[in-house]
Every structure is written in structure tokens, then in C-alpha cells.
């Protein structure tokens, strides 16, 4: 009989990314994807660290298996990703969960099909490889099936944000080569009618190669191949987002006007201990760059309440730079103690505080969200649908905008033109205007 796998995946699109790597290679081994984690013969859990939440998810779950493995003892649990990566944290998770077949890290993963062969020979495996390796660009991929694509251009992270434990665990920052992304873009543009790049900190891309390579020369390069497609990117550090990116951008109508910019706080006292290495006012310069070559841009951000020693001050200065930008989406966040990262030595800020923070900071933003929504009906959009469901396509516009409308047939993976029509809180109905345009 087929032997069935299933993949827990935790956190962020670049793990969501590596998850098609582990389901590549599980496939490549004959495996097949199981409907539900109760009926698979391999359970990997693809854990995150970021937040202490992300943590106590991947336990509660592991609790779950463990009495699963009780009644089924042939099953075989993985578990791979950033929280084993962390000082220690493997050999702790096995003497906790003893159940636990297989743990990598994160610079191993390439390796998962040898752990699984192993296990013919030993009881269990643990390889956590201390330093990042060099890229392997050729771990098979087993795409999820929507309309986008992701593709790795680079891995790690060297900023050193006081919060966070993403240096730690991913290692310093590794771009892959022009040559070898492009090979990958121009097969996912075939077969895709969205790609996109992904690294912690894309606008860093190239920064450690000899070669000449930048972000903006892979995305002129990338928007050159031919299709009709779009490109999306993520994640940008405010820092480093450069005015050569933002113009090739307006110069590319393939290129998403959507950005995705971090500001995490609006206080420079706060900016500079989280060591962000920017101003609340040159963040505010970005944007203005932004808007002065793409005015229609959609801007996402993630902002954190409770950093230590934020005080109410603190606060509004990030509701006040909040509410100048309007961003289209926020991901707002509870600042969550990682052990080891500098942050978690500081003075803490009370829970209660920060969950009452937190609810007007997404107060507000619903707010915003509900204005600029009642500010584009009227316009004209080019959308992707993404969804089809009960005569109802969902999709994004080029700015990054979830829009819905009515339609006769599916027209998921097909770009079109929508005028928006009215708002209901945030979000966006319109109809479908007779100009629809073919994808290749
Ligand atoms: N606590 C809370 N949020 C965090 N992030 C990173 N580290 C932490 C932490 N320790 C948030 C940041 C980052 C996003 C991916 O997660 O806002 O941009
Ligand atoms: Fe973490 Fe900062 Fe790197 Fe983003 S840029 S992954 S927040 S250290």
C-alpha cells in the first residue's frame, strides 16, 4: 500500500516554501500526501521559534501524535525547522517527547530523505548541523497548487534586530546565484501567473556575492522573461529598501505595487534598542519615496507592542506613524521574550499592558482598513483570481488588495479587470469589467 505522509507547517512563507522541499522529497520516495495527520504513515512537524505561541502550538500538537504513536507505533514523527535549531533545543525536544523519530535543523533539511532511510538501522536520528552549509539548489519540490509560486533568492539574515531569534537560527545571510534563480523563474512563470521572492531580508540580495549581483538587477532580469506574470517579493528591511528598487518597480508592470515594510515601532528611543538602524522619520522618507514613484502602492507592515521599556509615549508615536501612513494591512504582534537575543535582558513590559496595546492598535487600524476601502470604490483594478467558490472569484489586485466579485466561470490564474463597487469594512466587492485580459 502507498505509504501517506502529512506536514505540520509553522510560521512564516519561507517555511511554508521549505515545506514543498520536505513534501518534494517524501514524494520523490513514492510517499503520497495524506488527507489528515491521523491517517499518515510520516508526520513532520516544520516548526517556528518566533514567538513563544509558535512554540506552544508545535508542543500541544506533538501532544496529539504522541498519543497517535501509542496506537500505531510504525509511524514515523519528524520534526525539522527553527525551534530545534536554537542552543540545545533538539536534544531537550527528544528527551521530552522521546516518541519523536527524526529532528534536523535548518541547514540540514536537504538531508531528510537520508534520516528517513536511516531509521532502518538505527531507532532514531538527530542532526542538527551548527553552521549554515552551502546552498543545494536541487532539492525536489512538490509546489503547492495555487496561483503562486515561491522561490527562495536568499537565506539567513545578518541585521540583528534585539527581538529577534531569526539570526540565530537561520545563520548569516546566503544568496543564491542570478543564474540559477532565473532557471527557476522562467520554468514557475510557465506554469504559475505569480511568483514570489523570498528571503528574510530581500533587499540585501547579492550583498555577499562577488558578482555584481543586486536586487534590482534580478528583478529587471526576472521581469524580462517572457509572460504575462506578476512579481512579489518579501520581506524588505526599511533600511535597506533602496530608491533603484522602488524605480524599478514603477518601471516594471510586471512588478506587484505591493510592499510589505516592516516598521515594527514609531518610537526612535524604541527603533534604536529593538536596533532597527533607522528613524521613525527616515522610515517616513521611504514611504514618501514609495508613494512619489508608485502613488497607488499598497503598503503592509508588522508592528510589535510591548518591546521592552515601550512606555504609553512609546505607544503613540507608533499609533501616530500608524495612522499617517494607512497602511492596507498590518501584522501586529505581542513582543514575545526569545532567550538568548538581547531584548529578553531588558525591562519587561506588563501583559496586561501590552494586550491592552495590541487592541487599539488593531482598533485603529480597522478603522484605516475600512476608509481606504470606501476610498477605491469607483476604481478600476487588474486583478489575479486566487479563489473560486459559489459563483464568487476572489482575488488580489496589483496593490496587493483582496477583492471580490460575481462571475459565471473560474476564473482562478487569470488576470482581470474589476471595478470596485462597494465596501463592507475592509473589504473590497466589485464587478468584473468586459476587459479581461489572457494570460500568455
Ligand atoms: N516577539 C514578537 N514579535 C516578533 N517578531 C520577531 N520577533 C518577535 C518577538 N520576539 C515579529 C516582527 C517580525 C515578524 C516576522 O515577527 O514584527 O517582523
Ligand atoms: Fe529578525 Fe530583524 Fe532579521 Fe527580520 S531583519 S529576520 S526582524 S533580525
Redesign the pocket.
Known sequence: MEKRYYINTYG?QMNVHESEKLAGILESRGYRAAAEQDSADVIVFNTCC???TAETHVLGNLGIVKKLKERRPEIVVAVCGCMVQKDGAAVRLKKRCPFIDIIFGTHNLHRFGEYLDRLSETASVVDIWEREAAIVDDVPLHRDSGVNAWLNIMYGCNNF?S????PYVRGRERSRSIDSILAEAETLVKQYPQITLLGQNVNSYGNDRADGATFSVLLKKICELPGSFRVGFM?SHPKDLSEEVVRTIAENDKMSRFIHL?V?AGSDRILHLMNRRYTSGQYSDKIKMIRDYLPDAGLSS???VG?PTETEADFADTLRLCADVRYNNL?T??????SG?P?DKMEQVDQKIKKERIRRLIAQQAEIGAQLAKEAVGKTFRVLCDTYTDGVCGGKTDCGRAIAFTSDTDLTGRFVTVRAERAEHSKLFGALTNKTEDRR
Not at 504582534?333 to 526569545?338: D, K
Open positions: 512564516c518566533i514567538r513563544e534586530c527581538y529577534c531569534i531569526v520581506t516592516p515594527q508588522d508592528v510589535m518591546f501584522y504582534f505581542i513582543y514575545s521574550r526569545r537575543t531584548a
